[in-house]
């Protein structure tokens, strides 16, 4: 059983759509974020969400959004999507010291 | 102040050798320093941590040395093997709810049989 479960694992899209990445835990983790791997691997955070409610918005263009339907679920909806905006898309949640993450999104945009 | 200043960039041990990784942070509110491994196509996943009140960790061939009064602290890989091949991370965070860890840039690892 997956703790950290992205879907889909890969998406190549055309500049100037919009697409969804989901992430879903069952670690039963309070809080849970969104981090973006560059091509330098280097690691940011973008959001995170603690019960639901936002609590990091890091500068993210906002054609980014996040949407926490339930502590277990997060989901990256990104509108008009730009060729800078190829990366990896890291879920993760965490609990008291804990972070545990996703096996993440590959998105090429083309 | 928010940043994790990770050295080297990229590091080749020979197997059975000791790979040495350095961190270094300038936020004294830190409270929680973790180490991730990442290996290509999958996600980070937790090696081994420390809180800034131990000097040091060990879990099996991994040791966390933590310097408070320079804030610095390092990850040593003991007897180095070439499954050890992977990026490394370490990270920091200020304790509160949802705060996120703060990574630095990442040591590709390479050991060489």
């Known amino acids: 059983d997956t703790a950290v479960s992205q879907t889909p694992k890969y998406l190549v899209t055309q500049m100037g759509n919009d697409k969804s990445i989901k992430c879903e835990q069952n670690?039963?983790?309070?809080?849970m974020y969104w981090y973006k791997q560059d091509s330098k691997k280097f690691l940011k955070i973008m959001f995170s969400?603690?019960?639901?409610?936002?609590?990091i918005n890091e500068t993210v263009p906002n054609r980014f959004s996040p949407k926490s339907p339930d502590k277990a679920h997060l989901n990256l909806h990104i509108n008009s999507l730009e060729l800078g905006d190829s990366a990896v898309y890291f879920c993760?949640?965490?609990?008291?010291?804990?972070?545990?993450f996703g096996s993440g999104t590959r998105l090429t945009v083309v | 102040q928010q940043q994790v200043k990770q050295s080297p960039q990229s590091l080749i041990v020979q197997k059975g050798g000791i790979s040495i990784i350095n961190c270094a942070y300038e936020?004294?509110?830190?409270?929680?320093f973790p180490w991730y491994q990442q290996f290509p196509g999958k996600g980070p996943a937790l090696l081994i941590a420390?809180?800034?009140?131990?000097s040091e960790k060990k879990e099996g061939r991994f040791t966390i040395s933590f310097n408070k009064s320079a804030k610095q602290f390092s990850l040593h890989i003991m007897d180095s093997q070439p499954g050890d091949s992977a990026t490394y991370f370490c990270?920091?965070?200020?304790?509160?709810?949802?705060?996120?860890?703060?990574f630095g840039k990442g040591t590709t690892l390479s050991v060489s049989s």
């Open positions: 936020n004294t509110a830190f409270d929680y």
């Open positions: 420390i809180r800034p009140d131990v």
């Open positions: 993760a949640s965490s609990q008291v010291g804990g972070y545990t």
């Open positions: 969400y603690n019960n639901k409610e936002l609590i």
């Open positions: 670690l039963g983790h309070d809080t």
């Open positions: 990270a920091a965070r200020v304790y509160q709810a949802g705060t996120a860890l703060i």
